[in-house]
């Protein structure tokens, strides 16, 4: 058993003479702490011979790393097939455990109403989740700079919203296949919208700065050409909310608008509470789906009222879309 006021050692590598010798010097109870391993290049390129370094000491091998789990890397993948092949075993932590069990078994056959809500700024960064979700969800709510991309396949003005024009006809077979299996998907009737100013100032890619300006509520379908719509309004987040107080099962996943400027976070926070209180007052389990979801959570002081918060941005994509990861896959017990 590990003591919390156990001693922790360090070595500035992670494979090698260095690291075998201070291994065979420690006592029960002892810690050590080995250096980043992307300080190699090899890690990233999966590469065999160097797995089998970082398994040199090994007996058995701990994955508690979820947000990583999507990536086929040597600590990630390749280690543990060496020491599986070696007769270790390979496990999942605590923390993998939970994000397995609440992104897999519990979305398995979650309890309804299950609404989805996903946000963020694009249609293509969701495509599988979102057909993949169609197959269990009662209610789709769509938000972010995504929901631009869909209101666009229906033909109304976006303006200068951020939208993907080549992603439209994956918008409307989402809508299709939504109205044939009877899952109510609801787009923002209002927003909160800006007139976008182009800089002199560059950001660290070299691009004009925009600077937002004029920010109000417009409540027409269309949004003026003029315009960038940059968070949902007061009347969509409030349908949104009724919506979430019904559900048993929530899964969230993406802003419902440019949160991080205070101006444009009533949106993303109204969805945040109702989530909350939909945990609290209605039981219903909320599964955080990682990413700005969980940043959001935490700056409007909610994280703690929530079932579970992931811990994987990527990872947490990937996963529900139904791919095995790599990180999980190595593992001879999840």
């Not at 065979?24 to 890690?43: H, P």
């Not at 092949?85 to 979650?110: H, I, K, Y």
């Not at 769509?142 to 919203?161: E, H, P, R």
Request: one cysteine or more.
């Amino acid at each position: 058993m590990i003591c919390s006021d156990a001693p922790v050692a360090f070595v500035d590598d992670c494979i090698g003479q260095k690291v075998s010798q201070t291994v065979s010097a420690l006592k029960a109870g002892d810690i050590l702490l080995l250096e980043n391993v992307r300080f190699y290049s090899e890690e990233e390129a999966n590469d065999n011979e160097f797995a089998k370094q970082l398994a040199a000491n090994a007996d058995a091998y701990v994955n508690d790393a979820f947000g990583a789990a999507h990536r086929a890397h040597a600590s990630t993948s390749g280690i543990a097939q060496v020491v599986s092949s070696n007769g270790g075993p390979c496990v999942a932590g605590l923390l993998m455990e939970r994000e397995l069990t609440f992104l897999g078994d519990e979305l398995e056959n979650p309890e309804s109403p299950f609404v989805v809500i996903l946000g963020g700024a694009k249609v293509s960064d969701k495509i599988a989740v979102i057909d993949r979700l169609l197959e269990k969800a009662d209610s789709l709510l769509i938000g972010g700079a995504m929901a631009y991309t869909f209101k666009l396949a229906k033909g109304l003005s976006v303006g200068k919203s951020l939208v993907e024009p080549d992603k439209v006809n994956v918008a409307k077979a989402a809508m299709q296949k939504a109205a044939e299996r009877g899952v109510e998907l609801l787009l923002p009737t209002d927003n909160t919208v800006v007139t976008p100013v182009v800089t002199d100032k560059l950001n660290k890619k070299g691009k004009p700065i925009l600077e937002f300006q004029n920010p109000r509520h417009n409540t027409d379908p269309d949004i003026p050409e003029t315009e960038e719509g940059v968070d949902i309004g007061e009347n969509t987040a409030a349908t949104y909310s009724e919506k979430i107080a019904q559900a048993k099962t929530i899964l969230w996943n993406g802003p419902m608008g440019i949160f991080e400027d205070p101006r444009f976070s009533k949106g993303t926070f109204a969805v945040a509470e109702a989530v909350a209180n939909a945990t609290s007052q209605g039981n219903a389990k909320s599964i955080i789906g990682g990413g700005d979801s969980v940043k959001a959570l935490n700056q409007s002081g909610l994280g703690d009222k929530v079932t579970f918060m992931s811990t994987g941005g990527g990872a947490s994509l990937e996963f529900l879309e139904g791919k095995e990861l790599p990180g999980v896959a190595a593992l001879s017990d999840r």
